[in-house]
């Protein structure tokens, strides 16, 4: 009960900062998106940070920490503490810059001006929609999940609150703090939520230090010794492969329409400094806890029917009460930090994108568009928790989606990097980089859907000599090359496409490179002294 | 602009920050075990998290985009039309 109330007074609190931020809001598109352009430069740091952590961070980690070992953390964090910060810190602070000059709120805006081509646009925000609507839904799955969890205290199963009341509680908080407050709502929110999250993980392992016989040390070596356990503190269950092709995966982060959006905002570039050199230091934070929590949980609580509850499970059996529903609030924190960001990137898309891209605003006004925003942000919001509670058994379709859609954003990495670095790059090389990540996608969806993992689908030479160049590896994904990841090929793939296909055509007019690559300033020839013959 | 010599010596810290991702010695060894408790490869990549700070710290330092500072709204676009309203 006590968790239970803990959060509950934590929900509470951000709904009321939605309605400070609503009073504090002017009835335009740029202050309800953008905050007016006009976020410091620690609030942007945590909320940038808040915008890219979901459960996942937190639940996943542990959990997957759980099954697969200590290599979970260099798969997915420390890579990501490289990656992210350096797509920020090259492409986040152009991007901020050209949003700047030329009034762009999304990235569909800026590549529709830098190619002179609306249907460009048009794809890449169908393909961005399409990829970022599962992540939504599973964010409002993983919330309801959470919820019901955490107020099971006993294991009855018969939670206080059940998995469509969590949904509903969080869709509820979450609407309600965009609808009013929109980034500004939704930036402040964030500065309790990863204060919060950020938090957890110290907090976490203090306890359970506190609460373990013998100190970690002992159950670290228990682990080592035991021929079936010992994996988990290794990685020699870890195809290199695997462990470099995910490397790849961070390059998503920056083409997340919500990631892009957030980089619009900022009030000044410099914004961006304290970002990208404390980002690798918050994933520290919040990743290593989680990942060796994880890995002990194997040790000291045996088989667990539900890895990804590992942590959870650990809070129970090692943490007071009352901690546990902060943690529990640190945890729906990063559930919600990020499905915010989702939804209002949605709604900042629809609305700039397509309604007023194409008619809206020179019809109806501009306090019509906030009106339309904030309608879509409704509808979005119910369509997706029917969706979470209709297919609450199929989660793992989402799971699946969610996890090619990491690979799909990024192998439209090449299309961001060629719009602001290379001159000679058009719409054509866009549209097929575009269309290749699509068709992509979809290919290796129904694979998935029509293989059994260990299955091979295409493969050169016979017997040992075998190279397995398409096939499902043992936990079911579609691999490349003996081990590598879809992203490989994706991503390489998709940049080729954008290289060959500008090539072959004709770029952009001159107005739009000069506007885009204006020509450096040569520095000025001394003026010859006029000669004054006497 | 930056100098070539600059550009280069900075392109080739990152790459070798991102080749040092790779750390092979430490892939089937779980001791020694750092402060008594945390195996080898975890430890690594938590250091190797510290790496990625500073080297995003010396970015900062040496490849700041300065001339993005004065970025200023254009007269004839939607943000430069915002400036002129408020």
Redesign the interface.
């Known amino acids: 009960m006590i968790p239970v109330i803990v959060i509950l007074l934590y929900l509470a609190v951000i709904t009321l900062v939605g309605v400070v931020a609503f009073r504090r809001g002017k009835n335009n598109t740029e202050d309800f998106f953008l905050a007016s352009r006009s976020v410091g430069e620690m609030v942007f740091f945590l909320s940038i940070f808040a915008t890219n952590m979901t459960a996942f961070a937190i639940l996943g980690s542990s959990g997957q920490a759980y099954r697969q070992g200590i290599g979970i953390y260099g798969l997915m964090a420390s890579s990501s503490g490289l990656v992210i910060p350096l797509t920020i810190f090259l492409i986040g602070t152009r991007l901020w810059a050209l949003g700047k000059r030329f009034g762009h709120q999304t990235q569909v805006a800026f590549f529709r001006d830098r190619w002179e081509c609306d249907t460009i646009g048009t794809v890449i925000f169908v393909l961005s929609a399409v990829m970022l609507i599962p992540y939504m839904i599973i964010s409002i799955m993983g919330g309801g999940t959470v919820l019901a969890h955490l107020s099971d205290s006993g294991g009855t199963n018969t939670p206080l609150i059940p998995y469509w009341l969590g949904c509903a509680v969080v869709a509820v908080v979450v609407t309600l703090g965009v609808f009013l407050g929109g980034m500004r709502g939704t930036v402040w929110v964030n500065i309790l939520q990863t204060t919060l999250f950020l938090c957890f993980g110290a907090v976490a392992v203090l306890t359970i230090s506190h609460a373990l016989p013998g100190g970690f040390g002992e159950y670290v070596t228990r682990l080592a010794g035991d021929p079936k356990t010992s994996f988990l503190v290794t990685r020699e269950k870890m195809p290199p492969q695997t462990f470099w092709s995910y490397t790849l995966i961070p390059l998503s982060s920056i083409m997340f329409p919500h990631m892009a959006i957030m980089c619009f905002s900022a009030r000044k570039v410099t914004a961006f400094r304290r970002t990208v050199v404390l980002y690798p230091i918050a994933i520290l934070l919040i990743w290593l806890p989680c990942v060796f929590l994880g890995v002990l949980g194997a040790a000291t609580l045996g088989k667990v029917g539900d890895p990804d509850g590992i942590l959870l499970l650990m809070l129970e059996k090692y943490a007071p009460v009352w901690l546990a529903g902060i943690l529990g609030a640190g945890i729906i924190s990063a559930v919600m930090g990020s499905d915010a960001h989702q939804v209002l990137a949605l709604s900042t898309m629809f609305t700039k994108d397509i309604y007023q891209h194409y008619g809206g605003r020179e019809k109806y006004g501009e306090k019509a568009a906030v009106y339309f925003a904030r309608g879509f942000i409704i509808v979005v919001t119910v369509a997706a928790y029917v969706i979470a509670l209709e297919l609450k058994e199929k989660q793992g379709i989402f799971e699946i989606a969610v996890r090619y859609a990491f690979s799909g954003f990024a192998a439209m990495a090449p299309v961001m990097i060629a719009a602001l670095f290379w001159k000679r790059s058009t719409k054509w090389g866009a549209l097929a980089a575009t269309v290749f990540t699509a068709a992509c996608l979809l290919y290796f969806a129904v694979l998935q859907r029509t293989h059994r993992p260990g299955d091979v689908i295409w493969q050169i030479g016979q017997g040992t000599e075998a190279i397995k160049v398409l096939f499902l590896n043992p936990r079911g994904d579609v691999s490349f090359w003996n081990g590598f990841m879809t992203v490989v090929p994706m991503v390489f793939g998709s940049a080729f496409c954008m290289i060959a296909a500008s090539l072959v055509t004709r770029p952009p007019s001159q107005a739009s490179l000069d506007k885009y690559f204006p020509p450096r300033k040569q520095p000025s020839m001394p003026v010859p002294e006029p000669v004054h013959n006497a | 602009?930056m100098k070539p010599i600059k550009a280069i010596l900075l392109t080739l810290l990152?790459l070798v920050?991102?080749v040092l991702?790779?750390?092979?010695w430490?892939?089937?060894?779980?001791?020694p075990?750092v402060f008594?408790?945390?195996?080898i490869?975890?430890a690594?990549?938590?250091a190797?998290?510290?790496l990625?700070?500073i080297?995003?710290?010396v970015?900062?330092k040496f490849a700041?985009?300065h001339h993005?500072?004065n970025?200023?709204?254009?007269p004839g676009?939607?943000?430069?039309?915002?400036e002129s309203d408020h």
């Open positions: 602009m990152v920050v991102y991702h790779q750390d092979f430490n892939w089937k060894k779980a001791e075990l008594g408790f945390l195996p490869g975890l690594y990549h938590a190797y998290s510290v990625a700070s080297t995003m710290a970015l900062v700041w985009p993005l500072e970025v200023k709204p254009e676009s939607s943000a430069g039309q915002e």
